[in-house]
């Protein structure tokens, strides 16, 4: 089961015993009267309404207080009522109240006709004292106080939203006055204040936390979707309209999270608007719909992801539908997605921040989509990863589970499935050190099995996305989040259709919270967000050119700001990098890993000032070294999770040894590793590639290993060359082993390690590169410097002398091609010629 549910409240287990200890619970105890006790409303501050009968039918209101557990006895009616409604302001001094009075049947055999059926009262409950009525008609009224600023005038006045049957919504304003005693009377005499909110709506939803109303009236040839904000000491605003494309068969009002009414929710109409508005703190706002199907055995609901300007239409193929069974899908707000839940058949986690893709959002049947404690779909989200179960009286905080989390990713057999999970746990549940341990076994143990994705290049992405984002808004927009540019993968039994829909147009002016995020979406999408992310197109062009320069010109003023840029990278990681490192990463220069680090914080950081023109230069710097630097110590963490679970350590740079089983393994996740840092042009902790190349040498087949080398995979490091030449012994195996790499160095590395082997084939080897060194530039007479010192008695071998003769006269024009080396020279290729001669001879030199 993937989603975790804590029981936060329950009328059962907080309320009943309360209700017994008063002798209040008798009438609880029967069966006929299982709707006697339940769940009314929940308000802002987390407090619970509640209403039951008494022994002698009387009907009374309780509270309960979440944080201090503490039940509280609010109202009592004498006479059985039905409550519909009910909400009590932040005070606890006034308690609104909506009730049914007598059924139809009961006005017509009581000859009651001219009794309104339903009556709406506002009473002083501070103490108990007037009752003001505020409606007595024969529709049906909900009843919302606004929770505006508890800090602000909260004893002098109150507001209160009636939601009626007939398709309007107003508010009263409500004054109140403290009289002896700390008695709090209501000070208007007369009738109360009141505004109309709106008007002709079908459809309504509170959303409490924010203190909006989200609304929905019939326009022209379309339903519009419309939003009011409540603010504190101000009337309300309008501040969003947005066209919907739903059709709605029932013309009654539907009224969401405007109290919890027990006994319509057990007389659904079938054709009923399931529809709920959610929100998310990163300024996401989605409409969730339950479309009727025609199609037996066939589900249907939209999606419409109103700050990305689309809608998904979902259509579920359902395996095991028992008509009796099936209810409508219900929604869940857990902020950073949204789920469409049906009992029994399904459970889908839509990814609201991305959206585009469906391989971010997770589709789930089977034991996987059950949830043990919501056995039927009479159940609401009210707040944001908060469950109301209407029928049980349960409330209940939901989150994702990581363990069934890291369990479904273990066991997934799609790659949608795996991306899913993979985005989930690192996005949604967030990058903890043990999580990210495990993420990275599973990766480990599934390079071959992921077939669609790269899951390295998903771990470092999203990793960095989730550590970074929440270090400024809109740093989401402008940072990749995934390595995928497109998705061609399907969902098995359910069909997606997506349709471009306009964007909703908001009227508040100097947004602040929500709707400044919300702004911020929309805008990004007028301009085309895929192309806001940062890419590394320029970054791998910039990279191969620079490369490529001779060593002459790598001294320019770019190139010493792209080496200072790394090394400022390199020493911002060690303040907050205090973990034991695994040698020899981080302990050695590494030119093109450094060049590459140095080019990405250059290109990052123009790309952040392009789009964060409100951001001072100084900040950008900040979150510029702090990305890269988390990109290198994530690649670190891989590897040290990696080397600890394969329990390797130091001797992998003894060459006299074969590699074991464990280090072919840590080889080959280390080459996935290079391989996706390539594919995306990231830069590697320097000494990466002599680690890799060490691994290479003692698990590879000679063969094998040149190949590497040849085709890049291997890269030969100063480090690991110097210490293979010194450490192996002039065996036959390790000549060709050394003689190999020796034929493969560029010219620059050759000319700093080939000493370190003191041996004649190098010594053949220097001597016949530098002749062909010296002959290739021949032609250049620009520079002129003395002979070199020669032999005081001359070899008598005419081939040789005519050559070094020869030599001597080139380097005397000045074209010696190793200067920094003053050992290699005409003399040093004589001596060497001589003694590989002497050798072919069988004579001994001296």
Known sequence: MLLRLVAEFDLQRDVVPWLAARGWAAALDTSENSSALYVVNVERNGKILYTWKGNQRNTHIGLYDRQTKQNEHLYMFERDLHIISCSVNSERTLLAVSFRQYTEEER????????????????????????????????????????????????????????????????????????????????????????????????????????????????????????????????????????????????????????????????????????????SKAGGLCVCCSLASDIPNEITYSIYFLH???????????????????????????????????????????????????????????????????????????????????????????????????????????????????????????????????????????????????????????????????????????????????????????TCATDIISLPILEVQNSKGFWDKLNSNLESVKYAEPHLHYHNNVLRREWLNLSEEKEERRTTAYLRNIFENAKKVLSHLDTWDCEERLTPLFQEEDYQQQLLMGLMVAQLKDHLMRHLQYVGKKKIDQIVLDYVANLLNLIHRMMKEVWRRYQLHSCIFCFDKRGSAAEFAVFHIMSRILEAANGMCLPLPPGFHTLHLGLGVRCLPLHTLLHYIDNGVLHLTETCVRKLLKDLDNTEKNEKLKFSIITRLPEALGQKVHHFWNHPINANFIARKYVKLLLEKLGNRQYSRPAPERHSVPVEFLPLNYLTNMLAEIENQGLHPCEKQDQVNVRFVEETALRHTMMLLGLKYS
């Not at 919890?260 to 009923?272: F, H, T």
């Not at 549940?429 to 994705?453: K, R």
Request: net charge negative; charged share 20%; with cysteine.
């Open 108 to 279: 017509v055999s009581q000859l009651l006709q001219s009794v309104s059926k339903y009556l709406t009262l506002l009473i002083e409950i501070h103490p108990i004292n007037n009752v003001r009525v505020l409606k007595a008609v024969d529709s049906c009224v909900r009843v919302q106080f606004l929770y505006l600023d508890e800090g602000r005038h909260t004893s002098t006045e109150s507001h209160l939203l009636l939601a009626s049957e007939d398709k309007y919504i107003e508010q009263f304003d409500i004054h109140v006055v403290a009289e002896e005693e700390h008695k709090v009377v209501i000070q208007n005499s007369g009738q109360l204040p009141r505004a109309r909110v709106a008007d002709d709506l079908i459809w309504a939803q509170w959303d409490m936390m924010e203190q909006r109303l989200f609304y929905i009236v019939p326009k022209e040839s379309r339903n519009t979707l419309k939003c009011v904000q409540f603010y504190p000491g101000e009337n309300f605003n309008s501040v969003l309209e947005s066209h919907l494309d739903i059709s709605v068969h029932d013309t009654r009002l539907k009224l969401v999270n405007f109290g919890y009414d027990y006994c319509q929710d057990q007389e659904v109409a079938p054709k009923s608007l399931n529809l709920q508005v959610f929100t």
């Open 308 to 494: 990305k300007g689309y809608n998904k239409t979902f259509t579920v193929s359902l395996e095991r539908a028992e008509t009796h069974q099936l209810k409508e899908v219900a929604f869940l707000n857990l902020d950073y997605y949204v789920a469409a839940y049906l009992p029994g058949q399904f459970l889908h986690l839509l990814n609201i921040q991305h959206p585009d893709l469906l391989c971010y959002s997770l589709f789930l049947t089977g034991e996987n989509a059950r949830i043990d404690m919501l056995p039927n779909c009479s159940i609401q989200s009210p707040l944001v990863s908060t469950i109301l179960d209407c029928c049980a009286g349960s409330i209940y905080a939901v989150s994702i589970s990581d363990s069934a989390l890291l369990q479904f990713l273990q066991n997934s057999k799609q790659d949608s499935e795996r991306l899913a999970a993979l985005h989930c746990a690192l996005l949604y549940v967030g990058s903890t050190t043990d999580l990210e341990m495990q993420i990275i076994w599973w990766i480990s143990e599934n390079l071959s099995t992921c077939l669609t994705f790269d899951p390295i290049q998903e771990f470092i992405i999203a990793s960095l996305h989730c550590r970074m984002c929440p270090e400024m808004h809109n740093l989401d927009k402008l940072l990749p989040y995934t390595s995928l540019l497109d998705w061609i993968g399907v969902i098995p039994g359910v």
